[in-house]
């Protein structure tokens, strides 16, 4: 089936520095590519997403370009809030046509005031 | 916004006892999805459910497990006989089609003692 492989955590920023959060995919095809968010305490938000190589998925500062050269699909935002604090998920279906997901192992951010 | 709504938030049972977790998901969606996290661990798919039945599953799923939609609104996580090693937070979620991402509930977090 697919997977994706994340940067280990944890990070530790401080505000208004820049992010990334490497997230590379094995994938059969081109399937849609997702970054799902999970603040403390709470469930598991849906970031952004992309649907097909060379796509851009933005939402809140974050951007992620899915990158079918380099299998890649890297979570950045230009300048970190202490909101921004979370664990940051890559996700991809599990296998081409599935509906359930292969989540990452997540990146635990911390942003420092 | 059209939410997806776990209860209970917390459960804690007792090694052997059943339990059902509840999930309302969005109510025009068609796919339905329980996922586990065990605490500080990777989010991992149980199971998905489309048209009245189990479309997907993964060997997390085993026979102690069951998913049913009792009246068209509510989506229940049976675990027949609880185990240690089932304390987890679950979380469900719903789509309109699984390939565009979830929307995920809160989470229930159980604890076997």
């Known amino acids: 089936g697919n997977s994706v492989t994340q940067m280990e955590g944890p990070v530790t920023l401080s505000e208004e520095a820049f992010l990334t959060i490497n997230c590379t995919y094995t994938a059969t095809g081109y399937p849609s590519l997702f970054w799902y968010v999970q603040y403390p305490g709470e469930g598991l938000q849906l970031l952004l997403k992309a649907t097909k190589a060379d796509d851009k998925g933005s939402n809140k500062g974050f951007e992620a370009t899915y990158r079918k050269e380099t299998t890649s699909f890297h979570l950045e935002k230009g300048s970190v809030q202490v909101s921004d604090s979370a664990v940051y998920f890559c996700a991809l279906p599990d296998q081409t046509g599935a509906n359930n997901l292969f989540f990452g192992t997540g990146t635990r951010l911390t942003v420092i005031p | 916004e059209p939410e997806v709504t776990q209860t209970p938030s917390h459960q804690v049972t007792q090694m052997g006892q059943e339990v059902i977790l509840r999930c309302v998901p969005i109510?025009?969606?068609?796919?339905f999805y329980w996922y586990r996290q065990i605490l500080g661990q990777k989010v991992e798919f149980l199971v998905s459910?489309?048209?009245?039945?189990?479309?997907?599953k993964s060997e997390i799923f085993d026979d102690q497990f069951s998913v049913e939609r009792p009246d068209g609104s509510n989506f229940t996580l049976k675990i027949r006989s609880t185990k240690l090693e089932d304390s987890a937070m679950y979380f469900c979620?719903?789509?309109?089609?699984?390939?565009?991402?979830?929307?995920f509930g809160s989470g229930t977090r159980l604890t076997v003692v």
């Open positions: 979620a719903s789509s309109t089609q699984g390939g565009y991402g979830y929307t």
């Open positions: 459910f489309y048209n009245n039945e189990i479309s997907e």
């Open positions: 109510s025009n969606h068609l796919y």
